[in-house]
């Protein structure tokens, strides 16, 4: 088993910027890859960001590149820097782990381990 967890979220200015961390624990020896989640009120959870951690390639959804950035220290933490933040970007924020991911970084259900998501709120 792995345990994740979220911190870091908050309220935030339109235009700010927010970093997330997730701590994992456990068997995290297992783990292929970890990504970032959103869901935002009255709508499916959404792809945002993924990392390999054999090599440190890193994917992600169209709707953030080039204003959020995920990298990971070790098998432990793993972060995500968001700049720019606008009020779409209201969300509960989630990390996941995964053990088995190849090709397949944004489908959700290919995820194995989940934390309790942080509240990422963007003022306007």
């Known amino acids: 088993q792995v345990q994740l967890v979220e911190s870091g979220g908050g309220l935030v200015q339109d235009g700010g910027s927010l970093t997330l961390s997730c701590a994992a624990s456990g068997r995290t020896l297992s783990i292929y890859g970890m990504g970032w989640f959103r869901q935002a009120p009255g709508k499916e959870r959404e792809f945002v960001a993924a990392?390999?951690?054999?090599?440190?390639?890193t994917y992600y959804a169209d709707s953030v590149k080039g204003r959020f950035t995920i990298s990971r220290v070790s098998k432990n933490m793993v972060y995500l820097q968001i700049n720019s933040l606008q009020p779409e970007d209201t969300a509960v924020y989630y990390c996941?782990?995964?053990?088995?991911?190849?090709?397949?970084?944004?489908?959700?259900?290919?995820?194995?381990?989940w934390g309790q998501g942080t509240q990422v709120t963007v003022s306007s």
């Open positions: 996941a782990a995964g053990r088995s991911l190849y090709g397949s970084w944004f489908r959700s259900s290919k995820y194995d381990y």
């Open positions: 990392i390999k951690w054999s090599d440190g390639n």
